[in-house]
């Protein structure tokens, strides 16, 4: 078994231009429900390991420390593009294919009106740490 980490990144674009603070309550439901079945299924096949939502990047705060005095703490990321990212699951699975498998069906997940939103899904393996006394 190999984990990954699944990165859901929220675009503004391809397949849903409309922020989810903007959609019907009826397509928010859907959209939430949708990700608790995914993550049931997920947690059934025993390839689930953990999933969670992300606060927006006006909560987010940027850390830079030198070991010394007072860490620096700013507002942001504030990227120039609408991209930000929304959540992610780690997954322990077989293989890529079946990672890319899961990453596929969460990408889509259903927008207003029920049609997918294309939620870019990056898909990264989770290395483990080197041995320091190696």
Same mark, same amino acid.
């Given at each position: 078994?190999?984990?990954f ?7 503004? &674009?391809? &397949?849903? %231009? ?8 009826? #397509?928010?439901?859907? !959209?939430?429900?949708?990700? !608790? /079945?995914?993550?049931? %299924?997920?947690?059934?096949? =025993?390839?689930?390991?953990e +999933?969670? @939502?992300?606060?927006?990047? /006006? ?7 030198? @070991?010394?005095g007072? $860490?620096?703490?700013? %507002? =942001? ?8 990212l929304? @959540? ?10 079946? +990672? ?5 069906r969460?990408? +889509?997940? $259903? ?10 899904? /990056? ?6 740490? $080197? #041995?320091? %006394? +190696?």
């Open positions: 078994m190999t984990k980490l699944l990165l859901l990144n929220y675009e503004g &674009g391809e &397949g849903c %231009d409309v922020p989810m603070s903007e959609w019907a309550p009826e #397509d928010i439901r859907a !959209h939430i429900a949708f990700q !608790h /079945e995914l993550n049931a %299924d997920l947690m059934a096949s =025993g390839e689930l390991v +999933a969670q @939502g992300l606060a927006g990047p /006006e909560l987010a705060k940027i850390v830079t420390f030198s @070991g010394e007072v $860490p620096v703490v700013t %507002d =942001g990321p504030f990227a120039e593009s609408k991209e930000w929304a @959540g992610y699951r780690m997954v322990d699975v077989e293989s890529e294919a079946r +990672a890319v498998e899961i990453a596929a969460a990408s +889509a997940s $259903p927008g207003p009106g029920g049609v997918p939103i294309r939620q870019p899904v /990056e898909v990264r393996q989770v290395m483990g740490a $080197p #041995d320091p %006394d +190696a």
